[in-house]
């Protein structure tokens, strides 16, 4: 018998890989002669260099974007399950979104000082995540790096302690893995000069135990940890883990810093409300301004007290926190329309009533065939993941992996109409998604598994 990955023969996927881009491109002659003409002006022929790792042949280029749909300059439709890896997880420009957009735009882009948005916006945090004290960025990776160094301010200390397998966007301190028992840089950095081992530790998520032990070293200022981890293989805490971590953090004078950036997915106010977790930092990102570029961080009362007591004390001179292009009033008109009119419990409710048929979907497929997989969701957040679940922590989600096969599924879901997120195998249903796109999705994912594993060819 042939080796199997994952329980799929190496010969199958091969095949599946070569006809899926075969397909793919017949399918988009203008797009690569447009892409011949034009990409080379651009440093690897993309605008971002992640761009090139979608598993297809030559990137999409993208006409426009509705709801849960996109459109490419060759005229193909997709329904659009990837939704900017969250950026657009209400869907592709809200209505409330663009018309603050355009209203926004006849009063001015940025100038540096607040408005009146800027006033509702902060009230509209509050009700939204608790009562903190708010800070605008432009991404969730300036965000944390900023919130970081108030944790350092605060607490005197050095380090950050961080979940092997985390995302937390750049952030230096996030750049770490756990590897044979020891915190080390992870691989594939560019240009890395500093020891980061000097800043940060990584532990396996849900180990309490070995939280306590990198704890009560007395150097950690902050945890920064999302609540589910999310960016290699989703992994959800085990009953417990974050009330032990709040009270590990607690005792040993450590903060305890919430990334929603993509637990936002969870429900109204985040995996943070809908569970009652304690933050004393929280950060999000992507979608909270409707997909224009905005995060917010926030510091809990106690926390904003003890950074004031700091702040008044320290001498002059740059803070190193802050662009100047943030907090602009582009992003409080877009923060307030999406908070007020499209973050709401309704769009909730539809979610994650999508999301529930669309995880029943696609584990009645895998059952169907038999095959070593599980499938598994937080609120609007559904993934696949090509081996048995579930997973605990970041190493076993690193090796449940099968990168080989997961582009080829992603090939074939595509040209049967669907797109997911390239980096990972993750889903997302918008308050847009419709019951006819889920079923295309379940159907899609159903025949490329049949195929799989049954070795069928499908046109």
Not at 32 to 45: D, E, K, P, Q, Y
Not at 127 to 142: C, H, K, S, V, Y
Not at 362 to 383: D, N, S
């Amino acid at each position: 018998m042939p080796p199997l990955t994952h329980g799929v023969s190496a010969a199958r996927i091969a095949d599946l890989t070569a006809r899926a881009a075969a397909t793919y491109r017949a399918a988009r002659p203008r797009t690569a002669h447009a892409l011949a003409a034009g990409a080379g002006a651009w440093l690897g022929g993309v605008p971002m260099h992640w761009m090139t790792d979608w598993p297809q042949p030559f990137p999409m280029l993208v006409a426009q974007a509705k709801g849960a749909w996109l459109e490419d300059i060759d005229g193909n439709r997709v329904d659009d399950f990837c939704l900017g890896d969250t950026g657009s997880m209400f869907g592709h420009s809200p209505a409330p979104v663009a018309r603050a957009i355009r209203a926004q735009a006849r009063r001015g882009l940025t100038y540096m000082l607040p408005n009146a948005d800027a006033l509702a916006v902060g009230v509209l945090l509050s009700e939204r995540f608790g009562p903190m004290r708010w800070q605008i960025a432009t991404t969730a990776t300036d965000a944390n790096r900023f919130a970081l160094r108030v944790a350092r301010a605060v607490t005197g200390r050095p380090k950050v302690l961080v979940f092997n397998g985390c995302y937390h966007g750049t952030v230096d301190e996030a750049m770490v893995r756990l590897h044979a028992g020891r915190t080390e840089a992870r691989p594939g950095l560019v240009g890395q000069v500093a020891d980061l081992t000097r800043t940060a530790v990584a532990v396996e998520f849900n180990d309490l135990a070995g939280v306590e032990a990198a704890l009560a070293r007395g150097d950690v200022a902050a945890v920064l940890t999302e609540p589910v981890l999310t960016n290699s293989c989703m992994v959800l805490p085990q009953p417990g883990f974050h009330a032990g971590l709040r009270a590990l953090t607690r005792r040993y004078g450590a903060l305890l810093m919430i990334d929603e950036t993509h637990t936002i997915s969870t429900g109204l106010g985040g995996y943070t409300r809908v569970h009652g977790l304690e933050p004393d930092i929280f950060v999000l990102g992507k979608c909270v301004a409707g997909g224009v570029a905005a995060a917010v961080w926030g510091l809990s009362p106690e926390l904003a007290d003890r950074f004031a007591a700091y702040d008044a004390t320290r001498p002059p001179g740059h803070s190193g926190m802050g662009t100047t292009l943030s907090a602009n009033p582009l992003q409080f008109a877009a923060l307030r329309a999406t908070l007020a009119e499209v973050m709401t419990a309704t769009s909730y409710a539809r979610m994650e009533a999508g999301a529930a048929r669309l995880e029943r979907g696609l584990a009645r497929a895998i059952a169907a065939q038999g095959a070593p997989w599980h499938v598994v969701r937080v609120g609007a957040r559904v993934e696949f993941i090509c081996a048995p679940g579930p997973l605990r922590n970041g190493t076993e989600a690193e090796a449940a992996h099968a990168h080989a096969l997961e582009a080829a599924i992603h090939a074939s879901l595509l040209n049967r109409g669907c797109l997911i997120a390239p980096f990972h195998n993750m889903m997302l249903v918008s308050p847009a998604t419709t019951h006819a796109q889920i079923n295309r999705l379940i159907a899609a994912f159903a025949a490329t598994v049949a195929e799989l594993f049954a070795g069928k060819t499908t046109p």
